[in-house]
């Protein structure tokens, strides 16, 4: 699914797009011309006629408990990712807890069903490669949209590569993982139904994605304390700065 959607986003690459508006160039978004029309035909024909109707009928007809139990099953499966990616990080003790939340509930939990492991105090602690690269010091690289997979960056689709096709293949078949892939995908636009209004009044909606998207990447990647960006003083400031060291 992932290399399928690299192949399509490297043809519309090829083909190029649009000149971007100089007052809309973003250095974190090279590829802005591409990426544009490739988000507005994910919203405005695959999320409007095909993912959104049926993240709502999901909603409507899967009753709660099912749709927990779901959840619960489908981030069982990928325990043994996050144990693998926190040990990369040098996060041992995290790794430890993600070992032993999937014994738990992969045993009294069912297969995943009941989350047992949260109920005893193993709280979940949930890695990918796309962080792991990070920690090991690579930089985002240019951001990406591709048709259906949305937002990402060079980082995270390498990162996704690993975490999608690389270790769950040691532990898990293709249906299996499809069908994880396919619960993840409509629980989260169903999570996404109440806060639509958000985008729909932006000014820019992809601008919008953007940048919700990369500060929740590194909001991730420091593990929800990132540091506060540099500003930069004004000669003056750095004068007074100087004047009441000198005091």
Known sequence: ???????????????GCAQV???????RDPLQSINRPIYDFNMDVLDAYLLRPVAVGYGKITPQPVRNGLVNAT?????????????????????GVNVARFLVNSTVGLFGIFDVASE???????EDFGQTLGVWGAG?????????????????MSGDMVDAFVLPSLTLGTPVTIGKWVIKVLEARASLIPQEALLNES???????????????????????????KVEKTEEQTANDDFFENL
């Open 203 to 229: 000014l820019d909606p992809y601008l919008f994605v953007k940048d919700v998207y990369l500060q929740r990447q590194l909001y991730k990647l420091y593990d929800g304390n990132p540091p506060l960006p």
């Open 120 to 126: 005893i105090g193993l709280v979940e602690e949930t």
């Open 140 to 156: 985002n690289g240019a951001f990406l949209m591709f048709p259906a997979y949305g937002p990402s960056t060079v980082r995270n």
């Open 75 to 95: 981030n069982n499966l990928d325990a043994p990712i996050d144990a693998t990616n926190s040990l990369l990080q040098g996060k041992v003790s995290n790794s």
């Open 21 to 27: 508006p100089p007052e809309k160039e973003d250095a």
């Open 1 to 15: 699914m992932i290399i399928t959607l690299i192949v399509v986003w490297g043809f519309l690459l090829l083909t």
